[in-house]
């Protein structure tokens, strides 16, 4: 059991930044891998980025490369997603997830994390 509560989405110009932050609680947040996914209406949820439980494996998609950057604080039970030069079609609610170290990496394929956050709103005007 891990609950996942996201914050730091809001609205913001195109070009603007926001970090978003995955609090966790429950089991132990340092042995799971976290991935970040986001969702537009009427779009796939998608992949967004991933780091492994010890901060070594770090993966990107295409479209967020160079300008987000996935970090974590075990110690403060807290992952974190950095968004620069935010463009308006980042537009999307966006989700943390997390998988057990133990069970399999975390990876782009939603099915295999166990847990997700509620989501936060991310609005990006042009």
């Known amino acids: 059991q891990v609950d996942l509560v996201e914050s730091g989405g809001g609205l913001v110009q195109a070009g603007a930044s926001l970090r978003l932050s995955c609090a966790a609680s429950?089991?132990?947040?340092?042995?799971?891998?976290m991935g970040w996914f986001r969702q537009a209406p009427g779009k796939e949820r998608e992949f967004v980025a991933s780091i492994s439980w010890s901060g070594g494996t770090i993966n990107y998609a295409d479209s967020v490369k160079g300008r987000f950057t996935i970090s974590r604080d075990n110690a403060k039970n807290t992952g974190y997603l950095q968004m620069n030069s935010l463009k308006a079609e980042d537009t999307a609610v966006y989700y943390c997830a997390a998988v057990s170290a133990a069970k399999r990496s975390p990876s782009a394929v939603a099915g295999i994390y166990d847990y997700w956050g509620q989501g936060t709103q991310v609005t990006v005007s042009s």
């Open positions: 429950g089991r132990t947040f340092s042995s799971y891998g």
